[in-house]
């Protein structure tokens, strides 16, 4: 098993910024892809962005493109996205979540975070 824990969540202005970071401990060496998904009130979960555990092939969703950048430290085991430019709309529970592929569908990750709350200011 993995276990994963996320931090880093908070409340800021639009247009600002945050860091989300997850740790994972467990079985990491089993690991292929981690990816962050968002849940906000009354909506369905969403993808957000994911990365090959070995740091290639990173993915992001359209509406985060160009603001989120996720990055990986395999020694420490951690993963993180850094939030650029945040909009109102990115309001959400950020969680994370390792794969077993490296594509944004949700039921291909295996073990998730508790998740972090984000809250945008408008």
């Known amino acids: 098993q993995v276990q994963l824990v996320e931090s880093g969540g908070g409340v800021v202005q639009a247009g600002g910024s945050l860091r989300l970071s997850c740790a994972a401990s467990?079985?990491?060496?089993?690991?292929?892809?981690m990816g962050w998904f968002r849940q906000a009130p009354g909506r369905e979960r969403e993808f957000v962005t994911l990365?090959?555990?070995?740091?290639?092939?990173?993915l992001y969703a359209d509406s985060v493109k160009g603001r989120f950048v996720i990055s990986i430290d395999r020694a420490k085991s951690m993963v993180y996205v850094q939030m650029n430019t945040l909009k109102p709309e990115d309001t959400a529970v950020y969680y994370c979540?390792?794969?077993?592929?490296?594509?944004?569908?949700?039921?291909?990750?295996?073990?998730w975070g508790q998740g972090t709350q984000v809250t945008v200011s408008s």
């Open positions: 990365i090959g555990w070995d740091g290639e092939d990173a």
């Open positions: 467990g079985r990491t060496w089993d690991i292929y892809a």
């Open positions: 979540a390792t794969g077993r592929a490296r594509v944004p569908d949700a039921d291909l990750f295996d073990y």
